[in-house]
T-cell receptor, first 114, second 114 residues
């Protein structure tokens, strides 16, 4: 069965520090990968996506993620976080043989402290 | 475009009552998804439609839940009768059925069943 695992449920970090949010997936077919952000009391917004090509993808708000096929990972990174990055982050996978269906991880709560 | 529009934003109802959640997808999007978000279970895909046709309803928890999409610009998720364990935030999302553009989410409906 296909699945998405976000390895950390909570990540506390100080402002201007770097951060990495980890995501691993399992699939027997090729995948498309996404990261979404959810601010309090809001819906999810697309941060970035990997479809093909360069394994390093850049998204909005200074975030980037790297697709590693051998490790089946798609970790999200930012070199210097701001207070405003405090939110919940979701990794999601779309299997190439399952139409439009996105499977989401459990989410990682990023808390940026001054 | 105003984005994906969900109504109501908040709903409080008594156990046993019928609840109807509404969604207007982005014009031109031909896939629509209903998700439920809880602390315990995270984001769960309930059902999705392509071109107004239900494609996968395997996530609908039980017969008390039903969803319809009578036309390309409107969908409903109905719970009858509602139970306290249905309390959650329900999200609607839309996308193009082909390609990999990711989803656009609505702001959600927070349902509380007392």
């Amino acid at each position: 069965a296909q699945s998405v695992t976000q390895l950390d449920s909570q990540v506390p970090v100080f402002e201007e520090a770097p951060v990495e949010l980890r995501c691993n997936y399992s699939s027997s077919v090729s995948v498309y990968l996404f990261w979404y952000v959810q601010y309090p009391n809001q819906g999810l917004q697309l941060l970035l996506k990997y479809l093909s090509g360069s394994t390093l993808v850049k998204g909005i708000n200074g975030f980037e993620a790297e697709f590693n096929k051998s490790q089946t990972s798609f970790h999200l990174r930012k070199p210097s976080v701001h207070i405003s990055d405090t939110a919940e982050y979701f990794c999601a996978v779309k299997m190439s043989n399952q139409g439009g269906k996105l499977i989401f991880g459990q989410g990682t709560e990023l808390s940026v402290k001054p | 475009d105003a984005g994906v529009i969900q109504s109501p934003r908040h709903e409080v109802t008594e156990m046993g009552q019928e609840v109807t959640l509404r969604c207007k997808p982005i014009s031109g999007h031909n896939s629509l998804f209903w998700y439920r978000q809880t602390m315990m279970r995270g984001l769960e895909l309930l059902i999705y439609f392509n071109n107004n046709v239900p494609i996968d309803d395997s996530g609908m928890p039980e017969d008390r839940f039903s969803a319809k999409m009578p036309n390309a610009s409107f969908s409903t998720l109905k719970i009858q009768p509602s139970e306290p364990r249905d309390s959650a935030v329900y999200f609607c999302a839309s996308s193009f059925a082909t390609g990999n553009y990711g989803y656009t989410f609505g702001s959600g409906t927070r349902l509380t069943v007392v």
